[in-house]
């Protein structure tokens, strides 16, 4: 009983000695405590400048437009520019405080700018009823009374901070209070008082809110050192309550903390060293850990002082009583509440598995067949090569080369073979190099050469010209003759790229364009062989949100029936304005839409809002006209190009005798059958069918009248030429006069001067489009035409 109540009263002194410990470590947090709670408080003051500002600049413009009708507008435009200047202030402000990650200027000094901030721009709005107050109208009294009180209301939780708060509301709302005081009637002087005790309202809510902000922010900080402090306790007790002698193989060994020496080991230690249990009383940690003296072993244990972590890994050598070592690795952990205290260390010798590490990292780093680095570590040592050149100011140069038509002796000859020059195209390549050169395989026939310690791009030349020469002689397979070349593009750092991502995409592009220059050669990377590239990507990048951000439009050119000199209707075409690319090409963005998948959500959206806005034509123009809407062939392929016809019908209600569809002659040469299906629904639908750019592709009378076509579209090309060119002006002659055979309606595109009016009009053609009668104009200037020609009828 006595041993009992001896162990209950150290464990009550322990409990109590923690209990103190985490008391005062709490109390030092303290004012780390109330550290952070300042700078969340300065971070959400900030973090909500910017849109408070913009609101708030949104109110005041509209306030301000309000006001416009009632007074002069130059002193309004003074204290408009005054309010911008000091939003403008504010915004800086924010901005500043959100990119000084090293805060050189204190907490403090922060409040007070924003408290600064907060007061010019109360003290500017609210100057607005000071200087602007409308006494005579009692609907503008109630207007400048209810705007200082929303910009309160909406502010009174945005500000976790009294003192800001209250500047604000008192700039805001004093001025209104005094001015329906000095108006001096009973009515005023009440609305006066009643927004004074409101004031007092929103700085009591505002008040205690704060109040409240401040307790929950550093209630969480307690919690969060408390739980922190309680899982360092938790670990030490851990630590020392572990299991410390076991039955496993491993070695353990209980140390004296500040000897070094052995007070206890487990019989794992005992075989696998050689030493007796008594001999063990005599040896230090060091004579085992052959790798460590004193002093790097202590500062091993550093880490583990205090609880800061709960065991350090070793990797070493230890060696036994024979003087034989092993590689091992070893756990080492510390308890400072033993007296003396202990270190423990469980040991694992490693041998077996560092053999198989070692394999591990071969297969790892090394292609298999060839004996070369693989892409793997090639990569790694890139960046590592790049980071000495940029240090020694040096070149590199990084060749990527692949071997042309290689699929044909794998597929001809056999993997064995291709194996086989693999091989022996490693050799040779190494047989190019200096050590200090860097091969690698990084694909099938792929292979990469880095080049270090460059002083011009001449050198990278040399190396590669050697290598396309050494493929001039055959490979020796099995008594066989097999010829292969190489196809080379070459980086340079820093000229063509400072990091190692841009540099491999352009050692690439070189590579496939010295391919496209003929094989068996090599190219340098030019800038102009990516800029087409990136172009590409940086469109396509802006025109996968180009339909959400309401970017696209459509623009409409007028069709001219010339023989009653009336318009008829108009084709739509898709223009795209991006805020940072300006206006792109149709020429540029219609293909990559197609290529990435875009154009069937773009084309449906331009079937409907083609057929809203033909709609919309029956308000100007007593003309029953119809809208000309271009179809992708990917449309077709889709399937839901009659879904989006008759869905884009329905919602505008355009009678489908209005709507064209202008399809391209690739479109009519696929082997399926599908687009024909497609075009008889449609035609069967009562949808008139278009041939745009006849005479440009692969023209033929078969499908003219295999397919249910009502127009023949001759394209501009061949227009423009007309006056210069007698080809072009049989070949329009002869589509003209084969159209009216097939009695086809023609639509002559691209008219821009007289001339070529004139010889279309001599060949009964009646229905034209071109810059001579008007570009592809928006909508409303369409409707404008519209109604200009409805004026003349």
């Known amino acids: 009983m006595t041993g009992v109540k001896i162990k209950t009263g150290v464990c009550w002194i322990k409990f109590r000695s923690h209990r103190l410990k985490l008391l005062k470590l709490m109390t030092c947090k303290k004012s780390d405590i109330e550290q952070k709670i300042q700078d969340d408080r300065l971070d959400l003051l900030f973090g909500r400048s910017t849109s408070a500002i913009l609101v708030l600049f949104a109110i005041c413009t509209v306030y301000l437009l309000l006001l416009s009708g009632r007074y002069a507008w130059q002193p309004l435009f003074a204290w408009y520019a005054v309010l911008i200047a000091v939003l403008l202030g504010r915004w800086s402000l924010a901005r500043y405080y959100a990119r000084a990650k090293t805060r050189l200027v204190s907490s403090a000094s922060w409040l007070k700018m924003f408290r600064f901030g907060i007061f010019a721009a109360g003290l500017s709005v609210g100057g607005l009823n000071l200087l602007f107050f409308p006494h005579e109208s009692l609907s503008y009294q109630l207007l400048a009374i209810m705007f200082p009180f929303g910009i309160t209301a909406g502010t009174v939780t945005m500000l976790p901070d009294f003192s800001s708060f209250f500047i604000y509301v008192t700039t805001l709302m004093m001025p209104v209070v005094m001015q329906t005081v000095l108006i001096g009637d009973r009515l005023h002087a009440g609305i006066g008082i009643l927004t004074f005790i409101l004031i007092l309202f929103f700085l009591k809510f505002s008040k205690d809110f704060n109040d409240n902000f401040i307790s929950s922010m550093r209630l969480r900080y307690e919690n969060r050192i408390l739980v922190e402090d309680l899982e360092q306790e938790k670990n030490k007790l851990i630590n020392r309550l572990g299991r410390i002698l076991n039955d496993s193989s491993n070695e353990i060994f209980i140390a004296d903390a500040n000897t070094l020496n052995c007070l206890q080991v487990n019989m794992g230690a005992v075989e696998n060293l050689g030493y007796s249990q008594d001999e063990f009383a005599d040896i230090n940690l060091l004579n085992i850990f052959t790798d460590l003296d004193r002093h790097s072993f202590i500062e091993l244990l550093a880490p583990l002082h205090g609880g800061r972590q709960e065991a350090v890994i070793h990797k070493g050598i230890n060696r036994r009583k024979d003087g034989t070592t092993y590689p091992m690795e070893a756990r080492l952990q510390l308890s400072t509440i033993d007296n003396p205290p202990i270190v423990v260390a469980t040991v694992q010798d490693v041998t077996e598995r560092s053999k198989w590490e070692e394999k591990l990292i071969y297969q790892a780093n090394y292609d298999q067949l060839t004996g070369l680095f693989n892409r793997h570590y090639m990569q790694s040592y890139m960046e590592s090569a790049l980071t000495r050149a940029r240090r020694y100011r040096q070149k590199v140069a990084l060749l990527f080369m692949d071997l042309d038509n290689f699929k044909n002796i794998n597929d001809t000859l056999g993997h064995d073979t291709g194996d086989e020059v693999l091989k022996q195209t490693a050799t040779r390549i190494r047989s190019l190099l200096r050590e200090s050169d860097t091969p690698a395989r990084t694909g099938g026939d792929e292979f990469t050469i880095?080049?270090?310690?460059?002083?011009?791009?001449?050198?990278?030349?040399?190396?590669?010209?050697?290598?396309?020469?050494?493929?001039?002689?055959?490979?020796?397979?099995?008594?066989?003759?097999?010829?292969?070349?190489?196809?080379?593009?070459?980086?340079?750092?820093?000229?063509?790229?400072?990091?190692?991502?841009?540099?491999?995409?352009?050692?690439?592009?070189?590579?496939?364009?010295?391919?496209?220059?003929?094989?068996?050669?090599?190219?340098?990377?030019?800038?102009?062989?990516?800029?087409?590239?990136?172009?590409?990507?940086?469109?396509?990048?802006?025109?996968?949100?180009?339909?959400?951000?309401?970017?696209?439009?459509?623009?409409?050119?007028?069709?001219?029936?010339?023989?009653?000199?009336?318009?008829?209707?108009?084709?739509?075409?898709?223009?795209?304005?991006?805020?940072?690319?300006?206006?792109?090409?149709?020429?540029?963005?219609?293909?990559?839409?197609?290529?990435?998948?875009?154009?069937?959500?773009?084309?449906?959206?331009?079937?409907?809002?083609?057929?809203?806005?033909?709609?919309?034509?029956?308000?100007?123009?007593?003309?029953?006209?119809?809208?000309?809407?271009?179809?992708?062939?990917?449309?077709?392929?889709?399937?839901?190009?009659?879904?989006?016809?008759?869905?884009?019908?329905?919602?505008?209600?355009?009678?489908?005798?209005?709507?064209?569809?202008e399809i391209t002659e690739s479109l009519l040469l696929q082997d399926s059958d599908k687009p024909l299906n497609i075009l008889k629904t449609l035609y069967d639908h009562g949808v008139s069918l278009a041939l745009d750019d006849f005479g440009t592709g692969y023209s033929s009378l078969s499908y003219l009248k295999r397919f249910?076509?009502?127009?023949?579209?001759?394209?501009?090309?061949?227009?423009?030429?007309?006056?210069?060119?007698?080809?072009?002006?049989?070949?329009?002659?002869?589509?003209?006069?084969?159209?009216?055979?097939?009695?086809?309606?023609?639509?002559?595109?691209?008219?821009?001067?007289?001339?070529?009016?004139?010889f279309l009009r001599q060949r009964d053609v009646k229905i034209i489009q071109g810059y001579f009668f008007s570009p592809p104009v928006p909508a409303e200037k369409f409707h404008a035409m519209l109604q200009k020609a409805k004026s003349f009828t």
């Open 450 to 661: 880095l080049l270090e310690g460059l002083e011009e791009n001449a050198h990278a030349e040399v190396v590669a010209r050697k290598l396309v020469d050494i493929f001039k002689q055959p490979f020796m397979v099995k008594g066989r003759e097999v010829y292969t070349s190489p196809s080379i593009g070459i980086g340079v750092y820093p000229d063509d790229g400072e990091s190692l991502d841009p540099l491999m995409q352009y050692a690439d592009m070189a590579m496939y364009q010295a391919k496209e220059d003929g094989r068996n050669n090599y190219r340098f990377f030019s800038r102009e062989m990516c800029r087409a590239s990136e172009e590409q990507m940086l469109i396509t990048n802006h025109l996968r949100y180009a339909l959400d951000k309401n970017e696209l439009s459509l623009h409409f050119q007028p069709q001219i029936d010339i023989s009653r000199g009336r318009i008829i209707g108009a084709e739509a075409l898709l223009r795209w304005h991006n805020h940072e690319l300006g206006d792109v090409s149709p020429n540029q963005f219609i293909p990559l839409a197609e290529n990435m998948g875009f154009i069937e959500r773009i084309g449906t959206w331009v079937l409907e809002t083609a057929c809203q806005e033909a709609m919309r034509w029956r308000e100007f123009s007593s003309e029953k006209l119809q809208v000309s809407v271009n179809i992708s062939p990917q449309q077709f392929r889709t399937g839901s190009l009659i879904t989006a016809v008759d869905r884009a019908l329905s919602l505008s209600g355009l009678p489908s005798d209005q709507l064209e569809l």
């Open 708 to 758: 249910p076509l009502q127009v023949l579209k001759i394209d501009r090309s061949f227009v423009r030429d007309l006056e210069e060119n007698k080809n072009s002006r049989a070949l329009v002659e002869a589509i003209i006069a084969m159209a009216h055979s097939l009695k086809l309606e023609i639509v002559a595109e691209g008219i821009e001067n007289e001339e070529q009016l004139d």
